[in-house]
Every structure is written in C-alpha cells, then in structure tokens.
C-alpha cells in the first residue's frame, strides 16, 4: 500500500547548524507533499509544502527538496535553533499519509 | 492565516462514558475535516473523513458506531467517542482545509488529550 516514511527517528544537532530530515514515498503518482512540525501537546503545523512539477522550494529558513526519480524529500532547516525542536512529519496530499515522524532535538 | 480550534484540550472520563470532541474552522469554511489519532512517539493516523451534511468516510479498521462523527455545519465538526474504554485513551487530532482543498495544506487544531479511566 502507500507509505510515507522517515529515515531515522531522531535527529541531534548543535544549535546554529543546519538540519536535513529525509522522507521517502512510495506513491510515484503522488503530486503534493507537505512538511509538518508537531511541539509536544500540540497540533502539527505547517511549514512548507511543495508540487511535484518543483524540485525545490525555499521559506524561511526552510528548504524543501523533492527528488521525484528516488521518491525522496527533504527538509532543510537553516541555522537550527532551540524553538526548532519537534516532530517532524511529511505528508502526501491524498489522504494525508503521515510519516512516523522525525524528533529533532537541538543542543545550545 | 487559517485556524482550527478544538475543544476540549484535555479530557478525562470514566469508562463506559462518551466523549464529544469539537472541532471549529473559526476564519473559513471547510466542507471538509479529517480526524486523526495519535499514540505517544507515533505519528497521526487518520480515522475518518468529516463531509459536511453528508455522512462520514471511515478508514478501515475504525469503528464508525464507536467514533461517532458529525459535520453539521461548515465550521464544525465533532467526534463523539461512544461508551469509552481505557484503550480509547490517545491524542485525538481534527484539521480542515481552508479553500481549493485539493492543493492547500491542512490546518490543524491542537489536539484533545483523552484519558479513560
């Protein structure tokens, strides 16, 4: 069936360096994927989303990657800082297929 | 920007007890909520599809006549846990899609914490 899933289950990183959280899908008709981050106690909120006819997409201080031939996404934090400690979580547009999830943990 | 809120934040009942769970898209209208579930270090798992006047879509292996789930207007939506159990107790999660839902982003509310004693 469709999956969405993580690479690794935590990551650690110094404060002030760059974070890459990876996420692989199985779906290759999958045309919307979207990045999450989840705080403790709270809903996930949006952080960036990007379309399958993009490879890449850039916020504020968040990049997005999407590699269409791997079925393989990323997000970039830039300059990680403590408030950037979570859950991360991908997600494709169907019916939104979670993936488990990436806690980041950010070092001062 | 778009924002669910969802009531109550935390609950806890006894066993045998039902429990409705609010959802409210308070800047938008949304023909459509989801409902998710969630267990501590787990991701979410959608349960159901809320249809605003229209019966819901139940993802398989949910129990529609124990997750009882309405969508009466197009800014609420509750999920109503019927006769609860202790194994019921989870984090219970409801979003919305703010327009053109096809291609937009969910917006989530922040969750209702149940605990069934």
């Known amino acids: 069936g469709e999956s969405v899933g993580l690479h690794l289950p935590t990551l650690s990183v110094q404060e002030g360096d760059n974070s890459i959280i990876n996420c692989a899908y199985s779906?290759?008709?999958?045309?919307?994927f979207i990045w999450y981050k989840q705080e403790s106690g709270k809903g996930p909120q949006f952080i960036i989303d990007?379309?399958?006819?993009?490879d890449k997409r850039q916020g504020q201080r968040v990049t997005v990657l999407l590699n269409k031939t791997v079925k393989h996404l990323s997000l970039q934090i830039a300059a990680t800082q403590p408030g950037d400690s979570a859950v991360y979580f991908c997600?494709?547009?169907?019916?939104?297929?979670f993936g488990q999830g990436t806690e980041l943990s950010v070092k001062p | 920007g778009a924002v669910v809120s969802q009531h109550p934040s935390r609950v806890i009942c006894k066993s045998g007890t039902s429990v409705k769970i609010e959802c409210r898209s308070l800047d938008f209208q949304a023909t459509t909520m989801f409902w998710y579930r969630q267990f501590p270090k787990q991701s979410l798992m959608l349960m159901a599809t809320?249809?605003?006047?229209?019966?819901?879509?139940?993802e398989q292996g949910v129990e529609k006549d124990k997750f009882l789930i309405n969508h009466a207007s197009l800014t609420l939506s509750t999920l109503t846990v019927t006769s609860a159990h202790p194994e019921d107790s989870s984090f219970y999660i409801c979003?919305?899609?703010?327009?053109?839902?096809?291609?937009?982003?969910?917006?989530f509310g922040n969750g209702t914490r149940l605990t069934v004693t």
């Open positions: 990007i379309r399958s006819n993009m």
């Open positions: 997600a494709e547009r169907g019916k939104l297929i």
């Open positions: 809320s249809n605003e006047g229209s019966k819901a879509t139940y």
């Open positions: 779906n290759s008709a999958s045309d919307y």
């Open positions: 979003s919305a899609r703010s327009a053109g839902w096809y291609n937009s982003p969910l917006h």
